[in-house]
Structures are given as C-alpha cells and as structure tokens.
C-alpha cells in the first residue's frame, strides 16, 4: 500500500481523513515521518500545516525530486485561486474543502500515478547514465587498442627500414630517445612525447626505396646519386601520407622534413625557421647528434664533448643557424642526457 503522509493541523479533519484512507493507504501521522530517510509517496497537507513543514519538506524534495514526493494541498474557498498560483512550488494539486470524497480519491490517485511515472523516468535515466558510463569505457579501451595496434605497425614498419638500412642497429632506437629527450626539455605534454618518440622512428622509412648502389655505396656519393639520396625524405613521406590518422600524419611530416635547416639550407623543400615543423625540427638536431657520435666510413665517432661542441659551435659541415634556437638551448640544458642515451644504446 502507498504510503500517504498527513499533515491536518485540526485533530477532527485528520480523523475523518484517516478513516477515509486508512483503509486503502498506509496513513503516516506527523511524528511518523521522516522525509529525508524514507519519505512517504504523497503527502495530503492543510496550508498551516504545510507551512510548518516547509522547510523539511523542501529539503526532502530537493534530493529525491518533487514528483516522488507529491503535495495535495487542502484549501477553502479563496484560497484555491492563491494557492493554484503556487502549483510547482510546494505543491503539486489542490482540493477544495470541504472534501468531497470522490474528488479527493481522483486527486490522490491522479498524484500517485504522475509519481509512479516519475519514479519508472528516473530509474530509467539512472540506467541510462550508467550505461552512458560503461560505453564511454568501452570507447576509451577500444581507443587504447587501436593506439596500440598503431604503434605496433609503426614499430614494424621501423624494422623494415631497418632491415635495409646502412646505420648501425641502434641508430633508430637513438634518434627515438634523443627526441623524446628534446620534446621534454621544451615542455611538450606527455601525450606529445610519448608520440613524437614513436613517429621519430620513421624518420628514415624513405631509406627502403632507395637502390642499394646507392644506399650500400661505401665512398662518397656524386651528384646523381646523392640526389636519389636525398628522395628517402619525399619518399617515406608518400609510404605515410593520406591517412586520418594525426599520428601517421606527424609520421609524414618528419620522414618528409628531417633535413630540413633552421636556416632553410636543408632538404628537400628549403624551408625555413617554423615553417619546419616542430617534430621535424627535434628530430633533425636529434639525427645529427647520433650521426655525430657514430662512426662512418669517412670520419670517426665523436665523443660527447666534441659532438655537443660541434652542434653549439659548428664545425664548417654543422653550423648552430641550422637548429631552432630554442631546441638548441633545450639541447644543451640536457646534453648530459643524451651522453646517458648514447651510452646506454651503444652498438
Ligand atoms: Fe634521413
């Protein structure tokens, strides 16, 4: 049975009222309510009454929803008008007094049901919310996966490259950390990082279509050959482009213009200053670097000291105008770092 509250400040009419609906309802009396913890399904008030409990009742209202916790406001003569005005507020109907039993029986059954409604919507959006909650869930896992099927292809498509590349094995590997090292110093988010090192492997994925005459040719290169050299850039951009992907889009952008110079001396396109994008610009001072320490077959590998000295001060073939100033800074702020990475990813 619903639970029906009664809030009659004349002992005689909350009588007559609980007679009438005892029968039907759970008939609470004042000193039996308790709104917050268990409030009952429809209150059936007089204004004096009402008044005293305002405060509660509003309360009570506030946390479970005025509809399932409905007020019947019991007036007389002027006072329907005033009250009616105030439908929404503290309560939900009136009924004229003096009571006739049939329209007080529709008006608490009409109320009964509008809050059964109320209930069965708010359950409703409850579940609708925590099934909102395990889709979101599922979105963000699926999202995880596909990241990680991304850079796991990345990760393949590196070894590749690897697999026809002249550098020694760890140059890649290198050249990664050296970036992520670099993106930190200048205050990349982690985010930002984390990708920047996965995309600075594919700096070099070009390298697979260029010949191997070329390519495995232990001396110096002529003019021709050197110009086939210099493709890997737009070639390893063509393998990456085209895709939605922001990731395999950065990918591009640093296969394209990892040659590029500060001082738009670089390859393929001569661009200058910001017009290279950043990722590119990290990963150029982060590929010279390693170059710088490694050997090859027409000079020696340089220690740290003499790479970084290079790399700040030139050298005649390495000049500081060919970096972002700003990187170069970063670069030297850390240069120990890139020691330790150098030192840990030796060949
Ligand atoms: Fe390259």
Redesign the pocket.
Known sequence: MARVALLVEHSGNRRLLHDYLGPHYTVMAEEELCLEAEPPELVVADPRALHRWEPALRQARAIWSPLLIPVLLMVSGDGVRQASERLGDTAEDVVRRPLSKAELWARIQNLLRLRAFSADLNGRLTDTAAYSQVLERRVAERTEQLQYTLSETVQRLTRASEFRDTDTGRHIARVCHHTRQLADALGCDGQLCRELFEVAAL??VGKIAVPDHVLRKPGPLDAEEWALMKR?TVDGEWMLQGSDSPYLQRGAEVARS??ERYDGTGYPDGLAGDAIPLSARLVQLA?VYDALRTERPYKPAFSHEQARRIILEGDGRTAPEHFDPEILRAFERNAAAFDRIQETLKD
Do not use: G, L
Request: no cysteine; charged share 35%; hydrophobic share 0%.
């Open positions: 700096h070099d890997h990892h040659h590929d």
